[in-house]
């Protein structure tokens, strides 16, 4: 990953935005996360959508990742925090209230040392699988 310091503020290249943003807490934790995920397992980086628009209700929202399946459907929606800030109850409604309108079923939340990674009505799964193996379990 590749940062720098411009105007006296760090900066991250995002790969997927194609664009320097300012290095906060979570686009930290959300550069690591979606680079484990292309390059530990296997996820295409060409079906990653970042800062994905969507309109909840009235409110306009900005999912921090969406990854999309080989037919470019909506499969996961990824909500991550600092790694200061705890996965909370009030996390997984955020990235439940995002998804009614994707209706993806996969979300994973991230904040660096904790991972939950939740599949249709609230099943648990142990890590975050691969990209082959969501097709799979679709």
């Known amino acids: ?9 760090e900066q991250i290249f995002c790969e997927w935005r194609h664009r320097w943003v300012r290095l906060t807490p979570e686009e930290w934790v ?29 409110a306009h929202k900005r999912c921090d990742a969406v990854v999309y399946d080989q037919t470019m459907c909506p499969l996961v929606l990824i909500e991550c925090k600092a790694e200061t800030v705890p996965l909370t109850q009030k996390t997984l409604d955020q990235a439940i209230t995002y ?7 996969y979300l994973i939340l ?11 009505n609230n099943h648990l799964i142990t890590g975050i699988p691969r990209y082959a193996d969501l097709l799979r379990r679709e």
């Open 1 to 9: 990953m590749r940062t720098r310091v411009y105007n006296n503020k």
């Open 30 to 58: 959300r550069q690591q996360l979606l680079h484990h995920l292309v390059e530990q397992l296997g996820y295409p980086s060409s079906r990653i959508a970042v800062e994905q628009a969507i309109t909840v209700g009235a």
């Open 99 to 105: 998804n009614r309108q994707l209706n993806v079923p």
């Open 110 to 120: 991230h904040n660096g040392p904790q991972t939950i990674c939740v599949h249709g």
